[in-house]
């Protein structure tokens, strides 16, 4: 029996004009190919960002402020896995390429061996990570 993995994790962003083609691009080159759409509880629309075994799911927000505070109860950020450290490297670029702020510039840390990651925010100030890490893509 393979053992349970996450299925997908949903996103609500400001404005889906902005976060959609953001994602997309960002997400590409790691896998993340395929778009669906489906209507959710609310009738809004949910994108589907879908990877390998995972999906992003992207809405717009309905309620609230426009303001994300990884510190607060929730997400503080979201990581995702680069087969190789010239991907994450490769993302940099296309991050400062965008005018999105990164938080740190690739490089390692001693989380577990070989772990290589940038860590940068979403247009609406989400953390997120893209990362490589040798055993991992083995």
Do not use: C, N
Not at 116 to 129: I, N, R, S, T
Request: charged share 25%; aromatic share 12%; proline share 5%.
């Amino acid at each position: 029996m393979r053992p349970a993995g996450v299925h997908h994790v949903d996103l609500v962003v400001s404005s889906i004009e902005r976060s959609l083609p953001f994602y997309r691009e960002l997400l590409g080159p790691l896998g993340w190919h395929g778009i669906s759409e489906v209507e959710g509880e609310r009738g809004e629309t949910i994108w589907y960002l879908l990877g390998a075994a995972t999906q992003i799911r992207l809405r717009e927000m309905q309620s609230g402020e426009a303001s994300y505070d990884r510190y607060a109860v929730g997400l503080h950020h979201l990581a995702f896995e680069a087969m190789s450290r010239s991907v994450v490297d490769e993302r940099a670029e296309w991050l400062r390429s965008t005018g999105a702020t990164l938080e740190s510039e690739p490089q390692d840390y001693t989380y577990e061996p070989g772990y290589y990651a940038v860590f940068f925010y979403d247009p609406d100030g989400m953390k997120l990570e893209i990362v490589h890490v040798p055993a991992l893509a083995a």
